[in-house]
């Protein structure tokens, strides 16, 4: 079946995964991503989320965001690599109590969209709220959207296939601080996971 197809017969919501300030806000990031990309992957999810709204699609942000640092260090992967050169080396001060980063690019937030703060690690089905939220409505088949596509994206893919939801990722929605990496993550996906379709192909098919 084809993502357009998926698409057109699906009870949708929108998931944008960490769209938050903390990636995407050069002047408050503390795991930025470059800054054209961030620009870029913004205005694609924006108007992926109009479009959704037009057709009254939930969306719904999940954020990442930590009480203190030991609910990162916990993690001894994140410790070993933080203060290296790794790409997430600022992991330890990434998205704590009080900072900036914290927010949902205002540009993308809209009225009745849900917005999950509380993600701890790359999936964000874990010790999060989502499942709920989108069973509760009835959602099958999510829209997944964020940062990065080769860590949460690609994570919370995997465990919404576990889950039996249709997963689309929308391929200019995604992006990824390890820019080598994005399209290997795509195709990891369109071979085991889900399904990817481009922003024009999504927005056509849920109008």
């Avoid at 108007?47 to 260090?73: F, M, N, Q, W």
């Avoid at 001060?93 to 009745?112: I, K, R, Y």
Wanted: with cysteine; hydrophobic share 40%.
């Amino acid at each position: 079946m084809s993502a357009d197809k998926v698409i057109r017969e699906g009870k949708l919501a929108v998931v944008t995964i960490d769209m938050h300030r903390g990636h995407l806000d050069p002047e408050v990031a503390t795991m930025p991503l470059a800054p054209e990309a961030s620009a870029r992957v913004t205005a694609a999810n924006k108007v992926l989320v109009d479009a959704a709204r037009e057709k009254g699609i939930p969306v719904v942000h999940v954020v990442t965001s930590y009480h203190g640092v030991e609910e990162i260090a916990s993690n001894p992967w994140w410790s070993r690599v933080a203060g290296t050169d790794a790409s997430r080396a600022n992991v330890l001060n990434h998205q704590l109590a009080g900072l900036p980063g914290l927010a949902v690019m205002p540009e993308l937030v809209g009225e009745g969209d849900i917005t999950l703060h509380g993600k701890k690690r790359y999936d964000s089905f874990y010790s999060t709220e989502l499942d709920h939220v989108l069973r509760s409505r009835g959602i099958d088949t999510i829209l997944l959207t964020g940062v990065n596509t080769n860590s949460c994206v690609l994570a919370t893919t995997v465990t919404g296939n576990t889950l039996d939801y249709s997963v689309v990722v929308v391929e200019e929605c995604v992006d990824t601080m390890d820019p080598a990496l994005h399209e290997a993550g795509l195709k990891l996906i369109r071979q085991a996971f889900g399904y990817t379709a481009t922003l024009d192909e999504t927005v056509a098919a849920i109008r």
